[in-house]
């Protein structure tokens, strides 16, 4: 055994079954349509109102802090058990590893503590975490290295919450974050229940606009495989929609029905196929995120909208 494949994770093997796992497909937030429905945009009816369209996953977004109770939590994550609908969470973007600042390594600390434990409340499989910032740092290396520092004090905190959620660090779509993807990797590198948000827009914005064809995806997960293990590339969370990029990275995002912006979704739909993936794929297409992901889940093959099967 090599080095490397001795640092690799060895996850518990998953019950053999002649059913081949699927892609689950939702969205982040609550978009228009949801708000716009009988159910009103109330988190808690997320879970009924995707479910009736077709889709299968929801990210809460926790993004300006985490203030929801435990008890709407439980609510949340019952009726995600009830409609079949896998849960994930965001923590706030105030989250900065990288800080030079002890006390918002402190309050960092404590958001992603929060975060696990709503994740755990809800039954979430994995916290997204933004890892932080190159400011105040004199290169790029200095801030994940105190990204690394701070990360392990987190993880001996956080273990005495819920051992059994994930923690996904994501890619970042502005230079200036710590979030490149061989930055992820690293980041991943460092404890089993790390596992990489793979944001291939972020991604594509950070690279000024490299496409994402079969070589681009290709690429991208052997990396991942190569560098944390297979079982390690399974439980990858993914984010995925079209985003507008300028020199600094991400400016904003888009949606699929404007095709001068990418990344498209065939080649990636096809890229989940010729690897034999069945992440979570959660879309932030703007103000759209609903029908992105459904165009998605039909161009793999899955239900479409109300969960009829193509050609039914």
């Not at 985490?66 to 706030?92: C, F, K, N, Q, Y």
């Not at 990275?249 to 095709?259: L, M, Q, S, W």
Request: glycine share 8%; aromatic share 8%; hydrophobic share 35%.
């Amino acid at each position: 055994m090599t080095s490397d494949e001795s640092n690799l994770v060895s996850f518990p093997r998953k019950r053999e079954s002649s059913l081949k796992p699927v892609p689950r497909f939702g969205v982040a937030g609550n978009p228009p349509n949801f708000k716009k429905s009988a159910d009103r945009g109330e988190s808690t009816r997320a879970p009924h109102w995707l479910a009736a369209i077709g889709l299968d996953a929801y990210e809460y977004e926790a993004v300006h802090g985490v203030t929801m109770t435990d008890e709407r939590a439980r609510t949340l994550g019952e009726a995600a058990r009830a409609h079949g609908i896998v849960l994930s969470v965001h923590a706030p973007y105030y989250t900065n590893l990288a800080s030079l600042d002890p006390g918002t390594v402190a309050n960092s600390i404590r958001h992603l503590r929060q975060s696990v434990y709503l994740a755990a409340m809800m039954g979430a499989r994995v916290v997204v975490l933004h890892p932080g910032w190159h400011k105040g740092h004199t290169t790029p290396a200095t801030a994940l290295d105190r990204c690394l520092d701070t990360l392990s004090t987190a993880l001996v905190e956080i273990e005495e919450t819920d051992g059994e959620v994930l923690i996904a660090p994501e890619t970042c779509g502005l230079k200036a974050q710590v979030g490149s993807l061989d930055e992820i990797l690293v980041l991943c590198a460092l404890h089993p229940r790390l596992v990489p948000c793979l944001d291939f827009a972020h991604i594509h914005a950070r690279a000024n606009g490299r496409p994402f064809d079969d070589a681009a995806f290709d690429d991208v997960f052997s990396r991942v495989e190569r560098t944390l293990g297979r079982e390690k590339l399974e439980r990858a969370h993914i984010h995925y929609y079209p985003v507008e990029y300028a020199d600094r990275g991400e400016r904003c995002h888009h949606a699929f029905n404007e095709p001068e912006f990418g990344p498209r979704p065939e080649p990636f739909i096809a890229a989940l196929h010729r690897w034999n993936l069945a992440p979570t794929v959660i879309c932030e297409s703007r103000d759209k995120q609903d029908v992105d992901a459904l165009l998605m889940k039909r161009l793999y093959g899955g239900k479409g909208e109300k969960g009829k099967q193509k050609g039914e």
